[in-house]
């Protein structure tokens, strides 16, 4: 099936700094990529939608201004925590797709955000 | 208010025997529910699907059933091996084109 990275894995960093996490498809080219943030034995609540090229879809309640996400390429999404809070600590998972069915979501590793 | 409703937060089950688990929905307008198994520290894998003009989607040894009139679907899995002891998360969206909302994920645990 189709690859999804994530990088880095974990940080670990100090209330106030920026945190920028990214997020690759690795064998094919993700014409849409969904950040999603997870609690501790909560769902996977979607945070924004973004298409190549364009700005991103953010769900109610994301602050787009906290949670800047950019998708300058076909493989390529990031997603930049600005000063973090120890609240934005979480689990931090994107998903891409090549087809315009948003049922064909791969998933990234995720990435374990934990602010000081 | 949760669209998407696992109830059990976890599940043992004996090697070789069925893993029922079950999910509810209040949302009447989704169209399509989807099953995926996600191991710990990584992200989920799509595992079946089922629209909603079918009741039932077989795959070796995994069937979801859907019953729409309920707002209630189960992924069983027979027989059960330990491989399979991950979370189990449900989801569903309006149409393919919409945002899949996720349940909060059942915990199978499949004692050899």
């Known amino acids: 099936g189709a690859v999804v990275s994530q990088h880095p894995s974990r940080v670990i960093c100090k209330s106030g700094t920026s945190v920028k996490i990214e997020c690759r498809s690795l064998?094919?080219?993700?014409?849409?990529m969904f950040w999603y943030r997870q609690f501790p034995k909560q769902s996977l609540m979607l945070m924004a939608t973004?298409?190549?090229?364009?700005?991103?879809?953010?769900e109610q309640g994301v602050e787009k201004d906290k949670f800047l996400i950019n998708h300058a390429s076909l493989t390529l999404s990031t997603l930049t925590v600005t000063s973090a809070h120890p609240e934005d600590s979480s689990f931090y998972i994107c998903?891409?797709?090549?087809?315009?069915?948003?049922?064909?979501?791969?998933f990234g590793p995720g990435t374990r955000l934990t602010v000081l | 208010d949760q669209q998407v409703k696992q109830n059990s937060p976890s599940l043992s089950v004996q090697e070789g025997r069925i893993s029922i688990l079950n999910c509810d929905y209040t949302?009447?307008?989704?169209?399509?529910f989807l099953w995926y198994k996600k191991y710990p520290a990584e992200g989920p894998t799509f595992l079946i699907s089922?629209?909603?003009?079918?009741d039932k989607n077989e795959d070796g040894r995994f069937t979801v059933f859907l019953n729409k009139s309920a707002k209630h679907l189960s992924l069983h899995i027979v027989p059960s091996q330990p491989g399979d002891s991950a979370v189990y998360f449900c989801?569903?969206?309006?149409?393919?084109?919409?945002?899949?909302?996720f349940g909060p994920g059942t915990s199978l645990s499949v004692i050899p």
């Open positions: 998903s891409a797709t090549s087809s315009s069915s948003y049922n064909e979501q791969f």
């Open positions: 064998d094919f080219q993700a014409t849409t």
């Open positions: 973004s298409n190549e090229g364009s700005k991103a879809t953010y």
């Open positions: 949302n009447s307008m989704f169209d399509y």
């Open positions: 089922i629209s909603s003009i079918k």
């Open positions: 989801a569903a969206s309006e149409t393919s084109y919409d945002k899949v909302i």
